[in-house]
Nanobody, 120 residues
Framework: QVQLVESGGGLVQAGGSLRLSCAASGRIFSTYVMGWFRQAPGKEREAVAWIEWSGGSTFHAESVKGRFTISRDNAKNTVYLQMNSLKPEDTAVYYC?????????????WGQGTQVTVSS
């Protein structure tokens, strides 16, 4: 079992920055892939970024490429999402999630989410 706890959300003005953290506990294997998703009111959940727990390969959605960066600190069992040049359309609840490998599509573990609000 894996537990994920997000933190770092808040209210920020457009153009500002936030760093989200996802603290992971439990049995985390090197094959795991950690992802960030977001869901705005009335919209479907969107994949934002993911990173391999061991190898560090990453993916960033086109909507955030060049502005957001996913990273990990294995020693701290923590995944980060650095968000720069925030826009009002980035407003959403951000969720951390984990899947067992690059070869599976299903995320088995989810955090409770953290609210990010970007004012114009």
């Amino acid at each position: 079992q894996v537990q994920l706890v997000e933190s770092g959300g808040g209210l920020v003005q457009a153009g500002g920055s936030l760093r989200l953290s996802c603290a992971a506990s439990g049995r985390i294997f090197s094959t795991y892939v950690m992802g960030w998703f977001r869901q705005a009111p009335g919209k479907e959940r969107e994949a934002v970024a993911w990173i391999e727990w061991s190898g560090g390969s990453t993916f960033h959605a086109e909507s955030v490429k060049g502005r957001f960066t996913i990273s990990r600190d294995n020693a701290k069992n923590t995944v980060y999402l650095q968000m720069n040049s925030l826009k009002p359309e980035d407003t959403a609840v951000y969720y951390c999630a984990a899947r067992r490998s690059l070869y599976t599509l299903i995320y088995d573990y989810w955090g409770q989410g953290t609210q990010v609000t970007v004012s114009s």
